[in-house]
Structures are given as structure tokens and as C-alpha cells.
Nanobody
Framework: QLQASGGGLVQAGGSLRLSCAAS????????MGWFRQAPGKEREFVAT????????DYVDSVKGRFTISRDNAKNTVYLQMNSLKPEDTAVYYC?????????????????WGPGTLVTVSS
């Protein structure tokens, strides 16, 4: 079970940190990802991190602004979002799949959290 939190309303240029807590005891066996869905658009990949945190990948639009990380002792993955833009407004979802390599395709993830809304005002 995944539970995302940390969303909210922020002005353009501001920062937010999303958290996703997992109830799975073997959290370190899972690849984690963040996805987002803006109003009227399809869900898209944002960031992914491998089991140890040693490998990450990002969609081009967030590179240099967002950072994904994880704390396996706390069963939690984070998404630090800086220099936010209005186009980052979306519902953000965390996802998990048992494995070791980073995954950018949403179709490969098995478990999804309910999402948290991020709104960036101009």
C-alpha cells in the first residue's frame, strides 16, 4: 500500500517535497516512480529510482529542478520539487514494482498510491 503526501498550493518559483510511504516491509526490493496527470492530459512519467537509490531517471522537463530520493529504513520515497512552474500543476502519483532497475513506463508498475494534488500559481 502506498500513500503520497506533501501536495499543496505554491507560487511559481517555489518548492514542495512530496513523500510516499509504503507499508511493504521489503520496500528495498522495489523500484519506485513518480508520475503526474495534469487536467485534461494523460498521466506522464516524472522520475524513477532504483532499489538502492544509486540510479535515477527523470523526464526532461523536470531535470535540474526535481530530485527523487528514498530512505529504505523509513519505507519512503521523496520527490523534491524546486523552481516550480505552473505547468507542473497536476495530481502526482507514486508507484512501485518489485525489481532493481529504474522504470520509466507506467505500464510496468504494479502498485499505485491515490495521488496528491500540486497546484502552482503564476
Amino acid at each position: 500500500q502506498l500513500q503520497a503526501s506533501g501536495g499543496g498550493l505554491v507560487q511559481a518559483g517555489g518548492s514542495l517535497r512530496l513523500s510516499c510511504a509504503a507499508s511493504e516491509r521489503t520496500f528495498s526490493n522495489y523500484v519506485m516512480g513518480w508520475f503526474r496527470q495534469a487536467p485534461g492530459k494523460e498521466r506522464e512519467f516524472v522520475a524513477t529510482i532504483n532499489w538502492s537509490g544509486s540510479s535515477t531517471d527523470y523526464v526532461d522537463s523536470v531535470k535540474g529542478r526535481f530530485t527523487i530520493s528514498r530512505d529504505n529504513a523509513k519505507n519512503t520515497v521523496y520527490l523534491q520539487m524546486n523552481s516550480l512552474k505552473p505547468e507542473d500543476t497536476a495530481v502526482y502519483y507514486c508507484a512501485a514494482r518489485r525489481g532493481v532497475k529504474v522504470l520509466t513506463s507506467q505500464y510496468l508498475y504494479d502498485y499505485w498510491g491515490p495521488g496528491t494534488l500540486v497546484t502552482v500559481s503564476s
